[in-house]
């Protein structure tokens, strides 16, 4: 599966247990602008290098597998918990990138009439 949004926030890598290492990656991902989603992808182990490049603000596209697993409490209650699991972030683009492309200032060609010594 794969997303297209904008990185909200980029936590620093936590080390959950001695074996295992995370880090989250939230991106505000804007179907409906006026209601837009913020979205908490997980980096497990090596995959947590995939967000040292990435900026808060950038626009980005991210592949993920969607994991899904049960919990009983102590009580015997069932309850499910969902998570993004992402495998590859691919950038489109910063927030201070130009939207257009940037031209050289236009040259002034305009001269007068006296100073013009074309033969024709």
Known sequence: MEVKGKVYEVSATQQVT????KRE????YIENPQY???LKFEAIQDRCALLDNVK???DVEVFFNLKGR????KAGKKSYFNSLQLWKVNSLGSAGA???P???APAD???SADDDDLPF
């Open 18 to 21: 001695e074996s295992l290492k």
């Open 25 to 28: 990656l939230i991106l505000e």
């Open 36 to 38: 837009p989603e913020y």
């Open 56 to 58: 808060i603000g950038d």
């Open 70 to 73: 049960p919990w009983t409490d």
């Open 98 to 100: 130009a939207a257009t």
């Open 102 to 104: 940037e031209y050289a």
């Open 109 to 111: 060609i305009s001269t």
